[in-house]
């Protein structure tokens, strides 16, 4: 099972969307996919509860700091786990870095979601000298207008890689919390996400 992870210590950058989205993006694909929502305001199993079954997405709400355990658990039963971590730092953040494959921290094009990764470098510096390497990328987000040179630089100053992704602002994006399907687009674009290459 592979898994993936939407997280940052600030709200409103659009974790919980991306992470409802590229559940239903996989689960059109055919994937079997569970989205845990490990977000204490439960927005995401607040989504499943309405839509979850249309999209064939499985959720499950995990509110212990356990994400890195359960991968074991439900690696038989899905193909794909989908993670919408907490708009903070804690012990749920560190257990997500633990377990996830990939982690994607969506920022938008905005100095405040950037000088908010500050803490996510300072909590993966803390993990590396315990030996785990989280696989991060910063994902710019709800992109209207294009991120300045500044803003990348500011970025990478925090010792981050960016992602060759972009995920601009449309209102399909609105539209998922209402229960409408994606668009072909925005499927194309969560799965080219996923097959990403890091190397």
Not at 23 to 38: E, F
């Amino acid at each position: 099972m592979r898994t993936v992870a939407f997280l940052h210590q600030k709200g409103g950058t659009g974790k919980t969307t991306l992470a409802i989205a590229t559940a239903m993006a996989l689960a059109q694909q055919g994937a079997r996919v569970l989205l845990l929502d490990a977000d204490v305001q439960g927005t995401a199993s607040e989504w499943a509860s309405h839509w979850g079954e249309r999209f064939r997405v499985v959720t499950r709400s995990q509110i212990q700091p356990i994400v890195h355990d359960q991968v074991a658990r439900f690696s038989p039963m899905f193909e794909w786990m989908v993670v919408d971590g907490p708009p903070t730092l804690s012990d749920m953040t560190t257990s997500i870095l633990r377990g996830a494959d990939r982690v994607f921290v969506p920022v938008r094009p905005s100095y405040p979601d950037i000088w908010a990764l500050e803490g996510v470098a300072a909590l993966c510096a803390t993990l590396r000298t315990t030996g785990a390497d989280p696989a991060m990328r910063v994902l710019w987000n709800q992109v209207s207008q294009w991120p300045t040179s500044a803003m990348r630089a500011a970025v990478e100053s925090k010792g981050f890689t960016i992602s060759p992704a972009v995920i601009r602002w449309e209102t399909v994006w609105l539209n998922v919390m209402e229960g409408h399907p994606l668009t072909t687009g925005a499927i194309d674009c969560l799965i080219q996400l996923m097959k990403e290459s890091w190397e």
